[in-house]
């Protein structure tokens, strides 16, 4: 087991491989408890890096031989270290014989090879494949794999690996064999095996280029009438790749394999990617519409990494962002493309509101994921220059942030110019493993294009924070916008430079219509016009204006900064009715009510009378009402800024006073506007068979929305719409909506909806998680209801529950942790010692999950004295525990040491 304490690792310290492994022979005898794998290497000296020995890293694993080719190596040739062997090698190549033993029973940590319901699987990115074979591990070492799996034909009748099967057959004692064969070179990363009683979807079909392939979706036995929509993802993604990008699926076959035991939610092997099962099974009565567009966006990322990722790998782990910045930036794509194409039959604008809906979604999780994590003592560029464990670096900041970086690139280049960079990344660097530095180099040639000061943006942490003042000149006719940039310090780097920001502006005229916009020095009018900020302070110059116009900045979220407006109500109120950016009209109505809600949070604070503002229910009112605009966008406007968020707003972050805030708010809006409430839910019923499709999909979220302000609000009627939509439902949207509400309300009858849903869905654990994480989550809105954290407690005894599924742990602490402030900080810290008790017997069986557990606290020093006292004395209490994982033991250090 690795243990705390672990040194940092320096990017500045990379070094070469001494010895390219150009072939890998890999054997398994797959046993529960004592697995047999052998392994040969065919290791090449490589010729351009400092002479060294050979280094094979290995972690809690048995070595049984060891032979250089094909003798025992000279005792003083082979050295053990603190993560493996070290042999010293003599000429030009050699040929390595290892044989090792692995207990996959014990392995509770789901990293390297592991047990799930009788099956074996393997996870390896980042460093897993060590827990396997002694192997050079690291990302650079792209080797050709050749792999045989034996096992027992009754409990593992299938057998998986990379690339194609090239051979396979029954063997003595009951047991069977297949070899495969990846005809591409590839890191240990991406090394996958998959023995288990499974059965498939299949699919046939042609590649652009005419070429047939096989497809499989291979999940549980009873599970295949829920493969069908991670299978049309697939197909739409290999279709949308190629047409985007002239990007073709490489293999003859390619495969996707559901698992309900694992960390993440899913891993990019090459041909055989092993996913979450959330991730893989739907059908309309176990999945709701978000289920579905997180299915294909999952299935579009893993698939988009044999490009942006396997192809074309990373050289060392700093550069991660390479392939994961840039996958997610193509999922981020292909799904608004999806959206957009699906939602064409509703006309031009239904088709631009479904885009936009899906880039406020992705924002939302930018802001309240990543903007945190800048703000926090885990602050790190989207290339970090050092860490102590790999896996605690899969963070928002690589993916969401990460992607944000690329869309820049892609903002600032054109559609067109960003396909140029891409061809000439894929033509240079085609099967090797490279840096940031190579990409964007190849986006910089392809463009004709100096990208160096673009560059700061890998390297420099925290949310840049951009102001605007706007002078309008009546007698010329023009106005001036001053942009500033400003970015807070972060750990370890006190000092920032400015970086490029390219700032898409509109002009509203006082109708409420864009004005055209003419720059200074150019001509050609437009509404939406891209400027781009390098300095700290730049002034931008629009001529040719007949009135004062209301700037509209940053349009589409043009770049991941912090807008700092001082835009007043009546301002906001105007963008919120007239913005003809739709990001931009839902940001305004975001910054309205988190304007309101913080006033609401103060008055609570002071013991004055929690009063909603007239002006804002008129605003949200006018908002909610109006026709033209798409259901699925309303309900974005009108969904309050997430809780984290919000906390992240509060100069001092007080759980407490924000929940009632939140509440009288909800209550406000839910009371003074249900008839309006009422009419929408009427109107905008979705009548025929379930179809995952953003029109049905946004009129069933306005619906829920309108549930949940009425249920806040204790709306009689509108808690008989619930209870008559829980009654009879035929899919979980509508379902886990009218339960969701019912759960939210004072009203009694909640108990009951609960224990029904838990009934029919008693063998399903994708939609008990649900169950675990709607509970878990609760506000409380009937002041004599227990605390929450009686029913976690409660519910960790559950038959249904287990410590030991991630999904499960997510779904029930994750949610108390994170999507319950109020409740998880209850002012006698009983939270925090569960939060201890709970992130210490995680560690014990998986750290990765125990860490993505500790991260619920890392910001602890922005909250109330009374709440620091109490959680600082539970971090040191985690801290001192002997044998600590380094993934725990880096965020408590590092939220020991860096307060801010
Ligand atoms: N590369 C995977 C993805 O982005 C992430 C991943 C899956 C992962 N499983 C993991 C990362 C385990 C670390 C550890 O889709
Ligand atoms: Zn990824």
Known sequence: MKTENAPSILRSDYVPLAWRIDHLDLHFNLDPVATIVKSRLRCVRNALAPAAP??????????????????????????????GIEIALEGESAEIEIATRIDPSANTTLSGLYLSRGGFFTQCEAEGFRRITFFPDRPDAMTRFTVTLEADTATCPVLLSNGNL?????????????????????????????????????????????????????????????????????????????????????????????????????????????????????????????????????????????????????????????????????????????????????????????????????????????????????????????????????????????????????????????????????????????????????????????????MRWYGQAGTPRVTAQG???????????????????????????????????????????????????????????????????????????????????????????????????????FRMAHDSDAFNRWDAAQRYAERVILALAADAAAGRPLAVPDAFVSAFRALLTNDALDPAFRAQAAALPAE?????????????????????????????????WLTLYRKHEVTGPYRYHPADAGRRALRNLALKYLAAAGVGEGLERAHAQFARFDNMTEGFGALAALVNSANPAREAALDTFHRRYRDDALVLDKWFALQAGAWRWNAEAAPVLERVRRLMGDPDFSIENPNKVYALLGSFFRANPAEFHLPDGSGYVFWADQVLALDRRNPQVASRVARALESWRRFTPEIRDRVGVQLERVRSVVGLSPDVAEIIDKALQNGR
Not at 507 to 534: C, S
């Open 471 to 573: 002078h309008y000149d009546a007698e010329s006719r023009s106005y001036t916008l001053t942009l500033t940039q400003h970015t807070p310090p972060t750990p370890g780097q006190p000092e920032k430079l400015p970086l490029v920001i390219p700032v898409a502006v509109g002009l509203i005229g006082p109708d409420g219509t864009d004005l055209p916009l003419r720059l200074q020095a150019d001509n050609h009018g437009a509404t939406t016009k891209l400027i781009e900020l390098t300095e700290a302070e730049q002034s931008f110059e629009f001529t040719d204006l007949d009135f004062e116009p209301v700037p509209s900045l940053l349009r589409g979220f043009s770049a991941p900064v912090i807008l700092e407006l001082d835009d007043d109500d009546a301002r906001l109120a």
């Open 166 to 454: 090239i051979e396979q057959g029954p063997l003595d004692g009951g047991r069977h064999y297949a070899r495969w064969e990846d005809p591409f070179p590839k890191p240990s990363y991406l090394f996958a095996l998959v023995a288990a009683n499974l059965v498939s979807l299949e699919r046939r079909v042609n590649t652009a280029s005419g070429r047939e392939v096989l497809l499989q979706v291979w999940v549980e036995d009873g599970n295949l009438d829920r493969a069908g929509h991670a299978m049309d993802s697939l197909i739409h993604s290999m279709r949308w790749d190629e047409e985007t990008f002239g990007l073709e699926l490489d293999l003859d076959r390619f495969m996707i394999v559901a698992v309900s035991d694992f960390n993440m939610g899913a891993m990019e092997n090459k041909g055989l990617n092993i996913f979450n099962s959330k991730y893989v099974l739907a059908k309309p009565d176990t999945a709701t519409d978000i289920d579905y567009e997180n299915i294909e966006s999952v299935v579009a990322h893993e698939y988009f990494h044999n490009w942006t990722g396997n192809r074309v790998t990373c050289r060392d782990w700093f550069q991660l962002t390479l392939k994961e910045g840039l996958t997610v930036f193509r999922d981020q794509q292909f799904s608004a493309d999806m959206l957009g194409r699906m939602a064409e039959a509703g006309g031009e604008a239904a088709a631009a509101s479904a885009r936009a809906v899906k880039r406020i979604d992705d924002v939302r999780v930018l802001r309240t994921a990543q903007f945190a994590e800048d703000a926090g003592p885990m602050a790190h560029p989207i290339r970090p220059d050092s860490y102590q464990e790999i896996n605690n670096f899969y963070t928002a900041t690589v993916y969401e942030k990460g992607a944000e970086v690329i869309r820049m690139l892609h903002t600032l280049l054109g559609a067109e110019g960003f396909r140029n960079g891409m061809d000439l990344y894929f033509s240079y660097h085609d099967g090797q493993a490279v840096t940031c530095d190579d990409f964007v180099d190849c986006m910089a040639e392809a463009n004709g294009r100096d990208l160096d000061q673009f």
């Open 644 to 676: 984290a968020y919000l906390l992240e707003r509060m100069t001092v972050a007080d759980p407490a006073l924000l929940r009632a805030a939140l509440m009288a708010l909800m209550r406000e809006l839910g009371g003074a506007l249900s008839d309006e």
């Open 54 to 83: 050979l280094r094979l890293f290995g972690e809690d694993i048995e070595l049984l031989d060891l032979t250089v080719n094909g003798a025992q190596p000279a005792p003083d040739a082979i050295r053990r270290t603190a993560d």
